[in-house]
Structure formats: structure tokens, C-alpha cells
């Protein structure tokens, strides 16, 4: 079967559409007119909603051009661009599409990983309508936390950051939803295979006000019910029984009043939260020897309980008021926190009934609870004036209350002895910027963005503050050629606390002290952006970047990181990344086509691990991803996805030291194994049908890992008899299908 597959998908264009945009003329683009990024899109998505869904696309940023034109690494993806070109389990993913992207590895499979220009993956900032998200994803990555139903556009930035953005050091993830229709009721149903979604939108005072509300949930809870009871029927002869359930939701709303077309009050909410619960019991029946020498059989019981939740809430108020011409402003209020508990129990008890160990039974159990807190409440004003057509102007200030408060208590029982544990951290952190940028033109063909922002962070007495200078700037050397070139510097004072690479809500956000400095990037970008005849383009890129005071765990084996000595625990390190991104695409009006490619190094020094630089673990050399969407007819679309990147690395023994007495494991160094290359194929199929009534039904198929590759995510490391040392790659995720049926009313 697997033969057939691979005989049929590899044949099959692998390639998916990124926007057409990018080839279209600067004239045309000049329409978008001059006001920042975030003026632009809210309007334009609500008149095209209605054919969002004929393409998926990946735009260059033609509706932001003009004010942006110097800007390197900045891609605008509309709501087109991730509803149904990037869907796994029939959810549309909007991180899943920026993976495609050059310059980003996802990091493991399936996860809504995000590891820009070398970067760790906490070190992106993410905004939903300019409020920071700190937890990102549902079920530890495998769906992202926005619902595209309400995206209205995304801005990412992997290099080139303007002067507004602070606070992260390796990207910028500024998602903006849309206002609700202020003239008609409309919205969307989906149900999927493992989730549904509801949004509607409307008027409250037609012309005036207007809401727009969405939630999404799974009922993994209840796909779960069968698994499970096939799992007991199974090993309920063994002594073996489990029990769980699994379940996520989220939920978007805001309503926004029109005083004017220049004074604008939006309210705006998120909430979404996950659980997860699992029980395992055991029984066991051991032959034991008691005091007396005789030999019994006893009777042994292990118990473990889980509970797990975590997610975010945030609410802004925000305000767009124009107050001349030349001059507007844009104000946001906001809440934004975060949670994670964990709580697990286990216990075992083991008997014999004849008097063994003392008596007729022996129980020891663990409990411990581990609470994850971090709450913002932050004001930012923002400004834009245009004192000239060839100056755009922006300046602004933001403060923001930081609360950190993780704590973890652990209780021990060994027969009746009981021992409890308690740990905890409790800081007030006050994050103070400034800034001010200009958009400069000069000849009609030379742009510079020329910007300064200053940071003040201040915790537990200690004050940290930081200037950080951005500049850009865009030749266009002819019509169609642009020549682009960037520097920037970043500061972040927030670290994420992990003893794995996995994002899992054990881990905990603590704020830079008087022993923890706030890591900070230096970036260099430049490159050559083309507008080919015949509607090709051609991008290429390069970038150098230096990181510094990045952290790695480097204590004892523990599930949960260390809360008293966690200042001591991590090793400060360095690390570099540098590479070319390639881009080069065609479209016509009906099919797309487009390739990205990749050449990077990604490097790590940490001197209290090892003596010199060392590969990243996602040091992926080549990285190449083949796009292709074909508009077949009116109802129908294809859409494919090829990716390839070269494999990671891990850290594994080589030999054991002194066989036969002290075994101990040798490492070479830090990420000594390549691990194999990755390559996948996704296929999918969009099919519409408009009712008489107007309403709009859509039943999406896709198939991710067509031709079922088994990519490596991790490896085991086995001993053989003579104690030599061999390893095994594991594989999870085979073919995948899904299916999606969506209505528009």
C-alpha cells in the first residue's frame, strides 16, 4: 500500500501559492496610501471576506508597501493565507503557515514551533491586537491559540523590526482580528474532526456598533471514551486500567462604536484554556521473601493521577482618534495573563497479609502541585504624524506591570512518616519605553526608516535599561528592483524556565535580576527583492545574528525547573545564526506557484558546557519548501505542500567508560548527532457550493504526510550485552487524514 501511495503523491505538484501581491506594480501599490501598518486591513477584509476563501495565498505587504517599503524580513499574510492552505485535523493554523516561511524551523514535528534566525522559541513576541500573548498554542503545540475565523491579517517580522516593536529579540507575530460587519449578520460554522467552531458578526446599532464573537472547542474528550475502553478491555488481564480525558477551547470577542470614521472604541477579549486529566492504575503480584525466609506472594497497587490546565486571558480597550490631518493617535489599555497548574499524585501499596516488612502492608505516595503565574497590566500610546508626503513620523511611549509568581509544593509519604516541600518566587517587574521612528523618502527611489527606542526595566532593585537603534533602508535600483538593508538590536527581559525543549506547562516565565542580565540580539539583514516580467519574483535575502545571555538548564535530571536556585541552575551562553533565504514564485490568475530555499548555521557557546561553538539543535543547513495551489473551476481548488529540511541534532553518548565496574556514559560534545533528513508531502482539496439563499458551503479534504514518511523526532540510546552503545529512531506521525465541512450564512 505504502508503494501505491508513494507511486501516486510523488507525482503530484508539490507546491502551494504565496501571493501575488509581491508581482504587482508599484503604482498600484501606491493606493494603499501612507498611514501605518495597522490603519490599513480592517476595512479591505470585511468588503472581501466573501471570496476569502477562493485562494490561500502568501502576500508580500502590498497593503502596507508604502509606509514599510525600507523594512527586510516582513511578510503580511491575509485571511486567505492560512484558512485553508495549512490544515491539520481540519483546523487551519496560522503558526503552521508561517513554518513554510524562509528562515523559520518548526522545530518538532506537528508543534506550532516557531525558531526564527536561530532563535529558542520563547523569544518571539507575539501580539493579538497589540497585546502580548505569552502561551501560544493548545495540546503543547499541536494547534495554535488564533482562530483564523476572526484574523483579519498577520504581520511578521524575522529581521528589519521598526521601532514600535520591543520586548522579544528574535521575531514579531502581530495578528490583528477584525471588527465585526457594522451593516449585516453573517458567520461561519465548521466542524471538523476533532473540533468545531462558531462565529457570527453584526451590527448593534447599524452603521455605529458592532460585535464580532467566535469560540472553538474539541471534543477530544469524547473521541477519547472508545480508545480508551478498547485500551482496558486489552490490558485489563494484565492488571491495567487508564482513564483521561483531553479538552481545549477559546473564545474571541469584541465590540467596536464608530463616533466618526476618526474616532473609533473597540473592547476586546480572549480567553482559552486547556485540561487534561489522566489516571493510571496497576496491579502487580510479586513473590516476596519475609523474615522468617519463606517465600509469598503479595499484592501490589500503583496509582497515578493528573490533572493539567493552562491557557491565557486578555482584554484592551483600545482607541483610534485622528486629531488633525497630519496627526493620529492610537491608545490601548490591557490585561494580558497566563496560568498553568499542574497536579499529579501517585501512590503505591503493597501487602501480603502475613507480616511482611513489619506488618501486613506498606504505602509510600508523592503529591505535588506546580502553579505557573504571569499578569501584565500595561498601557501604550501611539502616534502617528506625517509633517511632509515624504516623512512618516511615528513616536510613542508604553509601561507595563509585570506580576511573576510560580510555586511548586511537594508532600511525601512513607508508611506514616509524612515530609512536605514548598518553593516559590514572587517578583513585581515595571517594563518602562520610549520611542520614535521616521520614514524618510528621499528622489522617489531611496526610503530609510530611521528609529531609536529605549527600554527601562526594573525588579527586586535592580534596574536594567537599554538603547536600541533600528535602521533601514530600501534603494529601488529600477522598476522592479528594490535593494534592502537593516540593522536592529533587541532586548528581552522575560525567560522562559524549562528543563526541556518542549513547550509544556511546566515551564514558567521569570523576569531578569541583579544575577540574570536580559538577553539581548544584534541583526544584520540585506538583500535584492525583484519583480519579474511574466508575473515571477525573486527574492534574496541574508542575515548575520548574534545573541547573547541566552540560558540552558544545566542541573540535575527534574521534570519541573527549580524555583529557589533557578538563578544558579541555568548556564548564560552565546549563540550566532546566520544564512541566505531564497524566494521565487509565479502566479497567473488560476495557479501559483512558489519555492523557498534556506542555506543557514545556527551555533551555540556556552563556556561551563563546552570549549567552543557547538550546532544548535535546530541547525538545519538546507530547508527547502515547494508551494502550489490551482484554482481547477469556480468550486473547486488543489493545493499542495512539499517540505524538506536537513535534520536536527541531539546529544547522545558515544561509548562507556571502564566496562563491567562504574558504567558511565562519554558525550563527545553537545549536539554530536545528526539526526536524519525530514521531508514530507501534504495534499488537499477545497470543494464550494453557494445556495440560492447566498450561503456558502465548503467541505475541505487533506492529507498530511501523503506518501507516509516516517521522520525521526526522537532517539533512544540502548546497551548491548558487551555494553557497547546503539541508537534507534522513533517516528510518530504517519499519514494523517482530515476533513472539514464549513458554512458560511
Keep these: 500500500m505504502k508503494k501505491i501511495f508513494r507511486g501516486i503523491w510523488i507525482v503530484v505538484l508539490s507546491v502551494s501559492w504565496v501571493a501575488a501581491g509581491a508581482a504587482a506594480p508599484r503604482d498600484s501599490l501606491a493606493a494603499a496610501g501612507t498611514l501605518p501598518v495597522e490603519e490599513k486591513g ?5 468588503a472581501e471576506r466573501r471570496d476569502s476563501i ?3 495565498r502568501i502576500t508580500a505587504d502590498k497593503y502596507a508597501e508604502k509606509a514599510a517599503r525600507s523594512q527586510t524580513g516582513h511578510k503580511r499574510l491575509e485571511e486567505a493565507d492560512f484558512i485553508y492552505g495549512n490544515v491539520v485535523f481540519s483546523s487551519p493554523d496560522l503558526i503552521k503557515a508561517l513554518q513554510n516561511l524562509p528562515g523559520v524551523n518548526p522545530g518538532t514535528e506537528l508543534m506550532s514551533g516557531l525558531y526564527v534566525h536561530g532563535g529558542e522559541g520563547s523569544d518571539n ?10 502561551q501560544i498554542s493548545h495540546l503543547g503545540g499541536l494547534f495554535s491559540s488564533f482562530n483564523t475565523d476572526v484574523v483579519g491579517h498577520l504581520d511578521f517580522y524575522k529581521s528589519g523590526f521598526p521601532a514600535r516593536y520591543g520586548g522579544r529579540m528574535s521575531s514579531v507575530v502581530d495578528v490583528s482580528t477584525r471588527d465585526g460587519d457594522f451593516n449585516d449578520y453573517r458567520g461561519t460554522f465548521m466542524i471538523g474532526l476533532i473540533d468545531g467552531r462558531l462565529q457570527f458578526e453584526g451590527p448593534i446599532v447599524r452603521g455605529k456598533t458592532s460585535f464580532n464573537v467566535a469560540v472553538r472547542r474539541s471534543w477530544m474528550d469524547a473521541v477519547l471514551v472508545p480508545v480508551i475502553a478498547l485500551v482496558n478491555r486489552r490490558n485489563r488481564e494484565e492488571g491495567e486500567t487508564v482513564g483521561g480525558t483531553y479538552s481545549f477551547y477559546d473564545m474571541n470577542a469584541s465590540v467596536t462604536h464608530k463616533f466618526s470614521e476618526d474616532n473609533i472604541l473597540s473592547l476586546k477579549f480572549y480567553h482559552g484554556r486547556d485540561h487534561l486529566k489522566l ?4 496491579q502487580y503480584s510479586p513473590v516476596v521473601e519475609d523474615e522468617n525466609g519463606n517465600f509469598n506472594t503479595a499484592y501490589g497497587t500503583d496509582n497515578l493521577n493528573t490533572d493539567i490546565s493552562w491557557g491565557n486571558t486578555l482584554a484592551s480597550l483600545n482607541w483610534k482618534y485622528r486629531i488633525s490631518d497630519n496627526l493620529k493617535m492610537k491608545t490601548v489599555l490591557y490585561y494580558t495573563g497566563s496560568n498553568a497548574d499542574v497536579w499529579y499524585y501517585w501512590s503505591t501499596r503493597l501487602s501480603d497479609g502475613t507480616g511482611y516488612s513489619g506488618g501486613t502492608e506498606s504505602d509510600n505516595s508523592v503529591e505535588e502541585s506546580n502553579y505557573s503565574r504571569v499578569n501584565d497590566v500595561a498601557f501604550n500610546a501611539d502616534f502617528g504624524w506625517m509633517p511632509h508626503k515624504k516623512h512618516n513620523v511615528r513616536f510613542g511611549t508604553s509601561y507595563q506591570f509585570h506580576i511573576y509568581n510560580p510555586s511548586r509544593q511537594t508532600v511525601a509519604t512513607s508508611g506514616v512518616v509524612r515530609n512536605g516541600t514548598s518553593s516559590s518566587q514572587h517578583y513585581l517587574g515595571s517594563e518602562f519605553s520610549l520611542y520614535a521612528e521616521d520614514e524618510m523618502t528621499f528622489l522617489d527611489r531611496i526610503s530609510v526608516n530611521l528609529g531609536l527606542r529605549y527600554v527601562l526595566f526594573g525588579v527586586s532593585g535592580k534596574a536594567w535599561h537599554r538603547a536600541e537603534p533600528r535602521v533601514s533602508l530600501n534603494v529601488e535600483c529600477c522598476d522592479g528592483v528594490d535593494f534592502r538593508v537593516s540593522y536592529t538590536e533587541m532586548n528581552q527581559f522575560a525567560h522562559l524556565i524549562s528543563t526541556t525543549y518542549l513547550d509544556i506547562p511546566t515551564n514558567c516565565w521569570l523576569p531578569s535580576t541583579s544575577k540574570i542580565a536580559p538577553m539581548h540580539s544584534r541583526q544584520a539583514a540585506g538583500g535584492i527583492y525583484c519583480r519579474l516580467p511574466h508575473n515571477f519574483r525573486l527574492n534574496i535575502e541574508g542575515w548575520y545574528k548574534t545573541m547573547d545571555n541566552i540560558l540552558e538548564y544545566s542541573g540535575a535530571n527534574s521534570f519541573f525547573p ?9 548556564s548564560k551562553g552565546k549563540g550566532r545564526s546566520y544564512g541566505l533565504e531564497t524566494e521565487l514564485g509565479w502566479s497567473s490568475k488560476n495557479l501559483s506557484l512558489t519555492a523557498y530555499y534556506t542555506l543557514s548555521w545556527s551555533q551555540r557557546k556556552f563556556d561551563s558546557i563546552w570549549i567552543d561553538w557547538y ?3 535546530h541547525d538545519n543547513r538546507h530547508k527547502l519548501t515547494l508551494m502550489g495551489s490551482w484554482k481547477v473551476s469556480r468550486t473547486v481548488d488543489l493545493y499542495a505542500t512539499w517540505n524538506y529540511h536537513s535534520g536536527g541534532w541531539m546529544t547522545v553518548p ?8 562504574v558504567f558511565d556514559r562519554i558525550y563527545t560534545r553537545p549536539n554530536n548527532v545528526n539526526l536524519p533528513d525530514y521531508h514530507r508531502l501534504d495534499l488537499g482539496a477545497n470543494f464550494r457550493k453557494v445556495s440560492k439563499g447566498g450561503k456558502e458551503h465548503i467541505w475541505n479534504i487533506g492529507i498530511y504526510n501523503a506518501y507516509c514518511r516516517k521522520n525521526v523526532v526522537f532517539v533512544s540510546i540502548d546497551e548491548r550485552e558487551d555494553k557497547s552503545l546503539y541508537g534507534t ?5 504517519p499519514i494523517i487524514p482530515s476533513f472539514s465541512y464549513t458554512l458560511k450564512f
Design 54 to 56: 477562493t485562494e490561500a
Design 729 to 733: 529512531g522513533r517516528a510518530i506521525f
Design 42 to 46: 480592517d476595512s479591505t477584509a470585511v
Design 615 to 617: 550546532s544548535h539543535r
Design 125 to 134: 513576541l507575539f501580539l493579538l491586537d497589540g497585546v502580548p500573548m505569552y
Design 279 to 282: 489516571r493510571l492504575d496497576s
Design 562 to 570: 527549580p524555583l529557589d536556585t533557578w538563578e544558579t541552575s541555568f
Design 654 to 661: 558515544t561509548h562507556i567508560y571502564n566496562p563491567g565496574e
